[in-house]
């Protein structure tokens, strides 16, 4: 693969998405191909290198995952035994059903708990105090049930690896996994310099060919389920390890905790997000070619990873603005041109309900699905927009949404240009009457209608 006709194309496509700066990362089983494009800041003079930090978002779940296998391997922790056995905190939660949670459960987002919480302190860092104000919330569904993505499952998972280690997440992280690996990682954002510039996050408004910079915030609790930066290519050692190929891959993680890493859970139906999840990955593509990997996305920025243990192949994007999003599947075409079959989720979406609109769907089909959804700190409010519906939450989201059959839809943003959400809402078996709406992995349960 020519790195050089590779990089021409990353920033062809880069330009065409409004996006700043990108690194494209290919392993072909025997070299890694780097390519870059753009600034690491649009109105800043540094090109992107392979060494600028980019921040990964949730793709930290990855290495989250991959830390906790790590101690299974050693025998430290066993992955169906409730963490209440660990965590004192979980062991008179509010919900009885929360003490059997297990490791498993949270590494496959089908654990019960919320997607997303807060602490009053923004800028608390305890992790002892996150899990024990975690323990004091309701449960969205019984442990084991059913699927919902969870960001507050891999802060309880950060919890439990300072409990079996000792040592505070960061530091494990360091000891067991990065350091091994060889890559040098920005937790938090913290460790910009000379030798390792991290890249500004960017945003694009629909319709516009300019992108302004905006600050990347992640509480540090948060952390553990998407608080990493780093490159395109150390997400490809990461891959290598996954694979089998790294140099210290035996070493690392045992073959028996890799296999279970990557095997589908049952009931972890991740719709609109992968063709199934396993333990901290998702799977993409058709079952002749099962790719394993996750995207993240934060504040102005995307992340993407896939590899494919069976051939030894490991892709990696990173890019600094909302619009990484749409240039993504570009990207797996362009790869595909060249030999390399990326897998990736491609939602089955069928065409609009006949009583859809431009912006969503008729007054009639409006009047069932309006109303709040709830899903912990997070309500997702449904209402009706001019001939549609549109879809909005506290923390600014706002998307027009346009109904396709069997209740399936699709959100786009109308204040930030990205690729489109893939949701649909869930009828309750027994009355008919709407009861969820899942949107982006999340189950939200409906609050009440809204006039």
């Known amino acids: 693969m020519d790195a050089r006709h590779l990089g021409s194309r990353l920033g062809e ?68 035994q409730p963490v209440s056995g660990f965590l004192a905190e979980f062991r008179e939660p509010a919900d009885a059903r929360l003490a059997s949670i297990t490791p498993r459960q949270l590494l496959s987002h089908t654990s019960g708990l919320v997607a997303d919480h807060e602490l009053d302190e923004a800028g608390e860092r305890s992790l002892f105090r996150y899990a024990k104000s975690v323990a004091q919330l309701p449960l969205l569904d019984r442990p084991g049930n059913s699927f919902s993505y969870s960001n507050t499952g891999y802060s309880v998972l950060g919890r439990v690896v300072e409990e079996v280690t000792g040592l505070k997440w960061r530091d494990a992280l360091q000891d067991f996994l990065l350091r091994p690996l060889g ?32 600050d990347q915030f992640l509480p540090p609790t948060w952390t553990p389920a998407g608080g990493l930066s780093g490159s395109a290519q150390d997400l490809i050692a990461l891959a290598q390890l996954h694979i089998g190929t790294g140099l210290k891959a035996g070493s ?71 619009t990484g999003s749409s240039l993504w599947p570009d990207v797996v075409k ?87 959400y893939v949701g649909r809402f869930v009828p309750d078996d027994g009355t008919g009457e709407i009861a969820l709406l899942q949107l982006a992995g999340r189950s939200a349960k409906r609050i009440h209608a809204a006039a």
């Open 13 to 80: 496509l880069a330009d065409t998405h409004v996006v700043p700066g990108a690194q494209l990362a290919v392993y072909t089983g025997g070299e890694i191909v780097n390519a870059v494009a753009g600034l690491e800041r649009c109105d800043g003079p540094r090109a992107v290198q392979p060494r600028t930090a980019f921040a990964y978002g949730s793709v930290t779940k990855v290495f989250t995952a991959t830390l906790v296998l790590q101690l299974v391997s050693d025998g430290d922790l066993e992955l169906d």
């Open 183 to 214: 890559v040098d990682l920005s937790i938090d954002h913290d460790s910009e310099g000379p030798a390792r510039p991290l890249a500004k996050g960017h945003a694009v408004r629909p319709g516009q060919r300019e992108a302004f910079p905006v």
């Open 252 to 322: 690392l993680l045992e073959d028996e905790q890799r296999t279970e890493m990557h095997t589908a859970v049952r009931r972890a139906d991740a719709f609109g997000m992968a063709d199934a999840w396993a333990l901290g990955l998702g799977h993409y593509g058709s079952p002749g070619n099962r790719w394993l990997g996750h995207d993240g996305t934060v504040d102005g920025g995307t992340a993407h990873l896939r590899f494919h243990p069976g051939s030894g192949l490991a892709v990696a994007l990173t890019t600094n603005a909302t």
């Open 334 to 420: 362009e790869l595909r041109t060249l030999g390399v079959d990326v897998g990736d989720h491609e939602p089955d979406v069928p065409t609009p309900h006949p009583s859809a609109s431009r912006a969503g769907t008729g007054p009639q089909g409006a009047e069932r699905l309006v109303g709040d959804y709830g899903n912990g700190d997070t309500v997702f409010s449904v209402r009706r927009h001019q001939d549609g519906i549109r879809l909005s939450d506290r923390t600014g989201l706002l998307a027009d949404v346009t109904l396709h059959e069997s209740l399936n839809f699709t959100a786009r943003r109308i204040d930030t240009d990205a690729a489109p």
